[in-house]
Each structure stands twice: as structure tokens, then as C-alpha cells.
């Protein structure tokens, strides 16, 4: 999947399968992912992508293709792969633990660290939707303690920002408080991640000194970034919000889609650039 939607672009990116061990103390996982880096030596930015609960899709390799172009390099994380898990938004016995796709960011960082053309302390994390959690997590402080104390060695240098789009876990965070820049890109008319969960977060943590901020899209479902999402209700995923506990509307959102990567770029370059 990854080399075809890389196709044609040769020239402004190199894609490759690789392999990195995570950072689940005592029982490490071998966790697969595609690495995507702009053409020349670097070294570059990078950033650490995270899918959501339906596992990778086309639209993460697009972001990879778009953050490329734009002089980054990402590692596309398979959470679910290796794992065996179905990737259906649904509870399960194949449900990985709940810490195990921190443990994987960290992998994921650990190895872009160790690669020449990374700028080790430039490195971002991006997550999508049950990714964004895990994207804010990476960077909030009680995360990164709880870590420490079940034995997670955790790179010297972390990550040095993040970003969520509509993520799950916003009111996990409400009072805790992220120690890097964050920005959540999320739509108001969200009925899976509220957007009024999401803003609740930011204000507190930005009431107590965190650099976080969130942009709202009226309107704008879960996916809003996905090209070629009608509009329609996922009737099979779980939802907690709805009555019988499952379905969430979803739609891309061409406006919204542009103003994210507006907002994504700009938020790159200022806190990843040298």
C-alpha cells in the first residue's frame, strides 16, 4: 500500500518497511511500520504518525507523502499488524493493554533518533483520532511518569511536540497537563470525539501554563481529513455516546481538511525548525 500511493513521487520522497522494537518493559514487541523521507542527506524534522482505531488506512501514507514534500520524515506506525488486531473500532479480546501504543510511540521515536538523517530533538508526534490520545500522551507529563514507574526507559530527549487530530481521551487529560506544544484539530459537529471535550482540556491545561491550543471546524465530522469519506454513520463501531453504545457519523471536509494542513505546516515549522 505504501509504495503505491508513493508512486510518482520519487522525487521528493523514499519510502521503506522497517522494523523497531517497542518499550514495554520486560516483554518487548517487534512493531512494524514504513518509513517516508524526503530526498537528500538531511538531517531532517520527523515526526511519529499514530492511526486510530480502524488500524492503517490510505490516508496515513498520504499524510507521510504531504510531510515529506515538505522536508519531514515520518514513520508510519503499525500498531495492529503485529498484534493481530482486526482494527474494527470495536472491544476485544485482541484489544492490545492500554499502555502498549505509548510504548510504541516511544519505540517509534527511539529508532528515528537513531538514524543519521533524524534530527533527534526535532521530533513530533501526529495522531488520528484513538492515535490522538496516544499523541497527547507522548508529550503530558503524568503519562510520561506513569511510564517511569512501570519501568519504561524513556529516551533522554522526547518528543518535542505534538499534535492530535479529533482525539480520543480528552477528558482522561482534563486535569493533567502536557510539557511540550500541543494543537488539536478537531470538528464541531464530531458525534464520536466531541469537539466540547477537547476545548475543556486545552482551556485547563492552558489555564495551568501549557502550551496548548485547539481549532475547532464547524460543521466538520470525525475524518473530516480523509479524502473520499462520504458522509455517512459508521453503524458498527463503538460509540458511548450513543444510545446502544455504537455509530459515529463521519465525512470528509474539504475546507477543514486545507485549513489542517495549513495548520499542521505551520505548527512544524515553528517547532520543529532549527
Known amino acids: 500500500m505504501a509504495v503505491m500511493l508513493l508512486a510518482g513521487c520519487a522525487a521528493h520522497a523514499r519510502s521503506s518497511a522497517v522494523r523497531f522494537t517497542n518499550l514495554t518493559p520486560g516483554a518487548p514487541v517487534a512493531i512494524d511500520a514504513t518509513l517516508v523521507r524526503p530526498a537528500g542527506g538531511g538531517p531532517f524534522p520527523a515526526v511519529v504518525q499514530l492511526h486510530g482505531c480502524a488500524g492503517l488506512e490510505p490516508q496515513s501514507f498520504r ?10 520524515v515520518s514513520v508510519v506506525v503499525d500498531s495492529y499488524g503485529p ?17 502498549a501504543r505509548f510504548d510504541d510511540a516511544m519505540g517509534a521515536l527511539r529508532y528515528l533518533q537513531a538514524q543519521p538523517f533524524v534530527r533527534g530533538d526535532r521530533v513530533a508526534a501526529i495522531g488520528w483520532s484513538q492515535g490522538g490520545v ?13 511510564a517511569r514507574q512501570r519501568g519504561v526507559e524513556l529516551p533522554a530527549v522526547g518528543f518535542a511536540a505534538a499534535i492530535a487530530f479529533y482525539p480520543g481521551g480528552c477528558r482522561s487529560l482534563i486535569e493533567e497537563q502536557v510539557i ?5 484539530l478537531i ?32 460543521g466538520a465530522y470525525h475524518y473530516f481529513d480523509v479524502e473520499g469519506q462520504d458522509l455517512t454513520v459508521l453503524a458498527d463501531v463503538e460509540n458511548e455516546l450513543k444510545p446502544g453504545g455504537f455509530g459515529a457519523t463521519v465525512s470528509y471536509q474539504a475546507a477543514a481538511a486545507a485549513d489542517g494542513q495549513r495548520q499542521v505546516e505551520a505548527f512544524l515549522a515553528k517547532h520543529l525548525s532549527p
Open 63 to 72: 499524510w507521510a507523502r504531504w510531510l515529506a514534500e515538505r522536508g519531514y
Open 83 to 99: 498484534r493481530g488486531v482486526k482494527g474494527d473500532c470495536r472491544t476485544g479480546p485482541d484489544e492490545p493493554p492500554i499502555t
Open 134 to 146: 496516544y499523541a497527547m500522551a507522548a508529550i503530558n507529563g503524568a503519562s510520561l511518569e506513569r
Open 180 to 184: 511540550r506544544p500541543l494543537r488539536v
Open 187 to 218: 470538528g464541531g459537529a464530531d458525534d464520536w470525539t466531541p469537539a466540547a471535550t477537547c476545548q475543556r482540556m486545552v482551556a485547563a491545561m492552558a489555564a495551568r501554563g501549557a502550551d496548548a491550543s485547539i481549532v475547532v471546524y464547524p
